[in-house]
């Protein structure tokens, strides 16, 4: 995203910043070192129903505001504070951000507003809505606070989910990751000892939301998995599993209330990933949260939960955040926009989902069913692999080396709404880390669907089987022998192999194991007839040493739709148990003739030879 706060028209004051004032010298002298502090508390309570807008232009500085927000629990608490300016399009064009000071027994105990707070409503004393917390100063902990107008959240009670609108929410985005504070501000701030110099100068960032990731057992699996679902502006955290139960049917009841606890998920279930901040505002069956986007798409189809928080988390080096569990969904998120979320309460509103089911045993030790839910499609190939890791690491309970026999069938719709499906199994050997070899491959072929450029496509449910073994089992390619004049010799690689074209040409391999018995296997590779004064390769290699596309073919080419052609191609791609003998020759337009040849070991094989080929004519 790109940072406004470097932008030239900064620098030359075209960027304005206004302070609204009442005019009278009570307004102006009510900002004062201690009129930056805490206020009395509101007169009214807030219509927790829909609240009206109060206009950004009536704002005065050093006015009274209050809000709510969840610390600990699910019950909103109040905190008190006062406006001290107003930032013309301080968050995008046409988009102003309100400046407060906040303060209540828990901001002041961590030092300052938290990850999480996005989204707490911020109210006059007469009760109307000013807006929603949204923004903080970049560095560190602070009781400053940016405040996305209430007006302007609002608005999307009423937008239409269109790309056209996602693309303008996504280029006004791109302007708004980082604020400028004006340099009147600054001086205020500075003086007023609510910020230190340095932290003014980095200017307001969004709050980061924090994300909590289930079932990852360690940071280096938590950071793989925050770091393939590529979310900015994000606090990772391992968390608890969000309910695959039923929707919920009472939203308020589950504490979708304004100040409450609201939860943005991609999924739910075993491997649960969602980002929790606040509710805004309940309109009766519709929901206003965050006061910013979480992914930037425009229209949404992210999940919406409860979250009960367990705690505020300190950071000496950064901002606090919350850490809170989130429960079953109570509906869907159907706008992600620059203004913040909309969401809709009710089991017809939760998105539809790719459902991940998985089944992993160990041999001798223990077994598990395991259940993920995706509503955003983009992430089914990302969410799918960590589900099966998240399931293997639980029964397997140790990285460590094993071995595995892991399959799928991931079955979809196409674009026409024709049911597809495919199968695919393999074995797996690491003698570091077996749960995670098995996840490369899930995560390869959906990923390869998916973006298929034939067609849309849409995964329904994908099953995942493993039983894992806590013995490493592999074979290693050790030698390999070719057929000539009646003999097996040794194939060399130093020099280059010719053979005929229309041949056969036999191949012979040794495997050997510190495990398992030796084994020798017979290819036969047959030559094609036009590959005559053709120059190449020939690779015959393991399985697992393989590193192909998934277009491995035995044979002719299929003769079926591309789309077709891929889910046949991704079903047969070659096993790591397979020892493989490639040959790919050169034609003069650059193209390859491609022949191979394939036969099954017992166990993953590791390891090849690859020699220079020249091709003779046929006799």
């Not at 003769?559 to 070659?574: C, G, S, V």
Request: glycine share 10%; charged share 20%.
């Amino acid at each position: 995203m790109t940072a406004v706060g470097a932008s030239p028209l900064l620098r030359s004051g075209l960027f304005r910043y206004r302070m609204r004032a009442a005019g009278t010298a009570v307004a102006i002298t009510a900002l004062t070192v201690a009129g930056l502090g805490a206020v009395a508390p509101a007169s009214s309570a807030p219509d927790q129903s829909c609240p009206t807008a109060y206009p950004v232009g009536q704002l005065a500085r050093g006015q009274a505001v209050h809000g709510l927000t969840v610390s600990q629990g699910t019950t909103p608490e109040a905190f008190t504070g006062q406006v001290i300016g107003v930032i013309d399009d301080g968050i995008a064009l046409d988009l102003d951000m309100i400046m407060v000071r906040l303060s209540s027994a828990e901001i002041d105990r961590v030092g300052g507003i938290w990850a999480g707070m996005s989204g707490s409503p911020v109210y006059a004393a007469d009760g109307r809505l000013i807006g929603a917390v949204a923004y903080g100063l970049a560095f560190g902990a602070s009781p400053v606070a940016g405040v996305t107008p209430a007006a302007d959240m609002q608005e999307l009670l009423s937008v239409a989910a269109t790309d056209d609108q996602a693309r303008s929410t996504l280029r006004a985005a791109g302007q708004a990751d980082d604020v400028d504070i004006p340099r009147t501000i600054e001086r205020r701030l500075v003086s007023s000892g609510a910020a230190r110099p340095a932290e003014v100068e980095g200017g307001m960032s969004r709050l980061p939301l924090p994300l909590g990731i289930s079932g990852m057992v360690g940071k280096d699996r938590l950071n793989r998995a925050a770091k393939a679902l590529d979310l900015d502006d994000v606090k990772v955290f391992r968390a608890g599993a969000a309910s695959a139960d039923a929707p919920t049917t009472d939203a308020t009841a589950a504490g979708i209330v304004a100040g409450g606890n609201l939860a943005a998920s991609l999924s739910y279930g075993d491997l649960s990933a969602m980002a929790v901040g606040t509710v805004t505002a309940v309109c009766g069956d519709e929901v206003l949260a965050f006061g910013h986007p979480m992914s930037f798409t425009g229209p949404s189809t992210l999940t919406m939960h409860p979250a009960d928080a367990v705690f505020i988390q300190e950071e000496s080096l950064g901002a606090p955040f919350k850490v809170a569990n989130p429960g079953a969904p109570v509906g869907g998120i159907e706008q992600d926009r620059l203004a913040g979320l909309l969401g809709t309460t009710g089991q017809a509103a939760v998105p539809d989902t790719t459902d991940v089911v998985s089944q992993v045993a160990v041999v001798g030790g223990k077994s598990r069913h395991g259940e993920t839910h995706i509503s955003v499609p983009a992430a089914v190939p990302d969410i799918a692999a960590f589900h099966l890791l998240a399931n293997q690491d639980r029964v397997f309970d140790g990285i460590t080396g094993g071995s595995s026999e892991v399959s799928w069938t991931v079955s979809g719709t196409r674009a026409d709404g024709s049911p597809f499906s495919y199968s695919r199994s393999d074995r797996y050997a690491d003698r570091f880390d077996a749960s995670f070899a098995p996840t490369f491959d899930l995560f390869d072929q959906l990923w390869q669907l998916q973006n298929n450029g034939v067609e849309e496509i849409r995964f329904t449910t994908i099953d995942e089987r493993s039983l894992m073994s806590r013995d490493f089992t592999a074979f290693t390619l050790a030698k390999v022998q070719i057929r000539a004049g009646g003999r097996w010799r040794p194939l060399r690689t130093d020099r280059v192999l010719t053979l005929r074209a229309g041949s056969i040409q036999r191949f012979r391999v040794t495997l050997t194991s510190a495990q398992l018995a030796n084994q020798k296997l017979r290819l036969d590779l047959r030559v094609p007839r036009n590959a005559a004064r053709k120059f190449g390769f020939l690779e015959i290699l393991g399985g697992n040493s393989f590193f192909g596309e998934g277009g491995f073919e035995e044979g002719p080419a299929p003769t079926a739709t591309d789309f077709d052609k891929l889910l046949r191609r991704l079903e047969r791609a070659p096993r790591n148990d397979d020892v493989l003998a490639n040959l790919n020759l050169f034609r003069r337009n650059g193209s390859l003739i491609k022949q191979s040849v394939r036969k099954p070991a017992a166990a993953v094989v590791d390891g090849g030879v690859t020699v220079e080929v020249r091709v003779r004519r046929a006799r």
